[in-house]
């Protein structure tokens, strides 16, 4: 039996209960097969794939806190710290009642590649808890953040894991979960990114995922002599993510119809009106059918159905498996010409493998949202200096990263004979840096 197989073979047999990560390790460890053939001695010697999909430690603990009718409640929280090899763990944090240890696995498993996609010096990790930041008031929030942080205050720092954004957790989390570090620990450090901007925070990062995608979207196109100008564009999510791709693409002259939340979604045949989409989302934190409430134009759905509109561009910014293979069949009837994932494995392993037969050009979420992270990275560079650079600046080393990334996993594609298999040639890329590290840093 291949390396490969004997490995994904022990991986499902300790992980038969958590669906999510066997997906994200069947994903990249199919994918490395030929860079794992061309080095399977060394590779099974050092017990490479063994190590790498085995998290370094995995925290759990109980955040109890008061809500405000007086009532104490409990939820469970993790925090993955997946591999170091290049640097500190660094990765999101995410709120949300569908929150399990598989599903934090398969996040702090996706940043490792992702982090070493950055070209900056980011390890892999990620965490969250089970609660659900839905119609909670301000103070029942804190209360939630200041606990959480009392307990994970212990095992993360500057140097050590860098926590962050993702779904549920905004600036204003950020805030409160900083504030309860420093009031803790005594130490006013870069231990959290994603931070306000009058307490360490960079310019760029609050747009940086969204922004990022369209970047390598833009450079995709360009080189298949293509580009965002007159595009229509599919959406799903309607939170951090989506909202500033949703921009960047009309920026560049793109039109974005569609955006979703968890219980429906709009047709906007005008083109997504971003500053509502934000004042409904941002500020009062409503549903979709408030912005359509506002367009005479929109239409507002319940349930699932963006990947039936017709478009140019899909890209899923919501969370894991919202693209199933059925949507994949519509999307490529549809003409549609490429799929890149600002979400985190968005994309069932069916529908992937459809788009990518059917001609459709597919970039994963580990190449594709990196810029989020990236920017988070340049969050750390500016606190350890003590600096803060100029948005341009930002802006700027953003952009390079992106298109960066891009002309990486499309030379690791080809050099391992997959021409314009993206999904192949992100997970080579990032694996070759960290597996060099690992190797050099003996058994640990
Ligand atoms: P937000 O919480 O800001 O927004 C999430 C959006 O997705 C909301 O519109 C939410 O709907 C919708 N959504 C969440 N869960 C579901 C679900 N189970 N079914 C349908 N819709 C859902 O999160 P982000 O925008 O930050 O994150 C979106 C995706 O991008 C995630 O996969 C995240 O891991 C990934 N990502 C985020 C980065 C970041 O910097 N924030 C960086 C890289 C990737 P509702 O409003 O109803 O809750
Ligand atoms: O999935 C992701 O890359 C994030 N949620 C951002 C992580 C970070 O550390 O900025």
Same mark, same amino acid.
């Given at each position: 039996? !291949?390396?490969?197989?004997?490995?994904?073979?022990?991986v499902?047999?300790k992980n038969?209960?958590q669906?999510?990560f066997?997906?994200a390790v *069947?994903?990249?460890?199919?994918?490395?097969?030929?860079?794992?053939?061309? %080095?399977?001695?060394?590779?099974?010697? %050092?017990?490479?794939l063994e190590r790498i999909t085995e998290p370094d430690r995995q925290i759990i603990?109980?955040?109890?806190?008061?809500?405000?009718?007086?009532? @104490?409640?409990?939820?469970?929280?993790f925090r993955v710290q997946f591999n170091n090899a290049?640097?500190?763990y660094k990765g999101?944090?995410?709120?949300?009642? $569908?929150?399990?240890l598989g599903i934090i696995k398969f996040l702090g498993f996706e940043q490792i590649?992702?982090?070493?996609?950055?070209?900056?010096?980011?390890g892999g990790g990620k965490g969250?808890?089970?609660?659900?930041?839905?119609?909670?008031?301000?103070?029942?929030?804190?209360?939630?953040?200041?606990?959480?942080?009392?307990?994970?205050?212990?095992y #993360?720092? /500057?140097? @050590?894991d860098?926590?962050?954004?993702?779904?549920?957790?905004?600036?204003?989390?950020?805030?409160?979960?900083?504030?309860?570090?420093?009031?803790?620990?005594? $130490?006013?450090?870069?231990?959290?990114?994603?931070?306000?901007? *009058?307490?360490?925070?960079?310019?760029?990062?609050?747009?940086?995922?969204?922004?990022? =995608?369209?970047?390598?979207?833009?450079?995709?196109?360009?080189?298949?002599?293509?580009?965002?100008?007159?595009?229509?564009?599919? &959406?799903?999510?309607?939170?951090?993510?989506?909202?500033?791709? #949703?921009?960047?693409?009309?920026?560049?002259?793109?039109? &974005? &119809?569609?955006?979703?939340? $968890?219980?429906?979604?709009?047709?906007?045949?005008?083109?997504?009106?971003?500053?509502?989409?934000?004042?409904?989302?941002?500020?009062?934190?409503?549903?979709?059918?408030?912005?359509?409430?506002?367009?005479?134009?929109?239409?507002?759905?319940?349930?699932?159905? @963006?990947?039936?509109?017709?478009?140019?561009?899909?890209?899923?910014?919501? *969370?894991?498996?919202?693209?199933?293979?059925?949507?994949?069949?519509?999307?490529?009837?549809?003409?549609?010409?490429?799929?890149?994932?600002? /979400?985190?494995?968005?994309?069932?392993?069916?529908?992937?493998?459809?788009?990518?037969?059917?001609? &459709?050009?597919?970039?994963?979420?580990?190449?594709?949202?990196?810029?989020?992270?990236?920017?988070?990275?340049?969050?750390?560079?500016?606190?350890?200096?003590?600096? $803060?650079? !100029?948005?341009?600046?930002?802006?700027?080393?953003?952009?390079?990263?992106?298109?960066?990334?891009?002309?990486?996993?499309?030379?690791? /594609?080809?050099?391992?004979?997959?021409?314009?298999?993206? @999904?192949?040639?992100? %997970?080579?890329?990032?694996?070759?840096?960290v597996?060099?590290?690992m =190797?050099?840093?003996?058994?640990c």
């Amino acid at each position: 039996m !291949s390396y490969v197989d004997e490995v994904l073979e022990i991986v499902q047999k300790k992980n038969a209960d958590q669906p999510e990560f066997l997906q994200a390790v *069947t994903e990249v460890l199919d994918s490395l097969r030929p860079v794992i053939d061309a %080095n399977e001695e060394l590779y099974r010697k %050092n017990a490479i794939l063994e190590r790498i999909t085995e998290p370094d430690r995995q925290i759990i603990f109980r955040v109890p806190w008061v809500d405000d009718k007086g009532q @104490v409640q409990v939820n469970r929280a993790f925090r993955v710290q997946f591999n170091n090899a290049i640097g500190p763990y660094k990765g999101g944090l995410r709120l949300h009642p $569908s929150v399990n240890l598989g599903i934090i696995k398969f996040l702090g498993f996706e940043q490792i590649f992702k982090n070493s996609l950055t070209t900056l010096p980011i390890g892999g990790g990620k965490g969250g808890c089970d609660f659900d930041p839905k119609g909670k008031s301000d103070r029942e929030i804190m209360a939630f953040c200041q606990s959480f942080m009392t307990e994970l205050c212990k095992y #993360i720092g /500057a140097d @050590v894991d860098v926590p962050a954004g993702d779904i549920g957790t905004g600036a204003r989390e950020i805030g409160y979960m900083f504030g309860q570090f420093k009031r803790i620990r005594g $130490s006013y450090e870069g231990v959290l990114t994603g931070k306000g901007l *009058t307490y360490g925070g960079s310019l760029v990062r609050t747009e940086a995922t969204g922004y990022g =995608l369209l970047y390598l979207t833009e450079e995709l196109m360009k080189c298949h002599g293509e580009s965002m100008q007159g595009k229509t564009v599919c &959406v799903s999510g309607a939170g951090n993510v989506a909202i500033y791709a #949703i921009q960047k693409a009309h920026q560049m002259g793109a039109k &974005v &119809v569609t955006c979703s939340d $968890s219980t429906g979604w709009i047709y906007d045949p005008d083109g997504i009106d971003v500053e509502l989409l934000k004042d409904v989302k941002e500020v009062k934190r409503a549903r979709l059918t408030e912005y359509a409430a506002a367009r005479p134009n929109a239409q507002y759905h319940e349930g699932r159905g @963006v990947w039936q509109i017709k478009c140019d561009i899909a890209l899923p910014c919501a *969370t894991q498996n919202e693209l199933l293979l059925e949507d994949a069949k519509q999307l490529v009837a549809n003409g549609c010409k490429a799929v890149c994932e600002g /979400a985190n494995m968005p994309t069932t392993l069916d529908a992937t493998k459809y788009l990518q037969e059917n001609g &459709v050009w597919f970039v994963g979420g580990k190449a594709a949202n990196a810029g989020g992270v990236a920017t988070s990275a340049l969050e750390m560079s500016q606190n350890s200096e003590r600096l $803060s650079w !100029s948005f341009d600046e930002v802006d700027a080393k953003l952009k390079n990263i992106m298109v960066t990334i891009y002309h990486n996993i499309d030379d690791a /594609a080809k050099r391992y004979g997959v021409e314009g298999d993206y @999904v192949a040639g992100a %997970n080579i890329a990032g694996f070759e840096k960290v597996v060099q590290a690992m =190797l050099a840093q003996g058994v640990c």
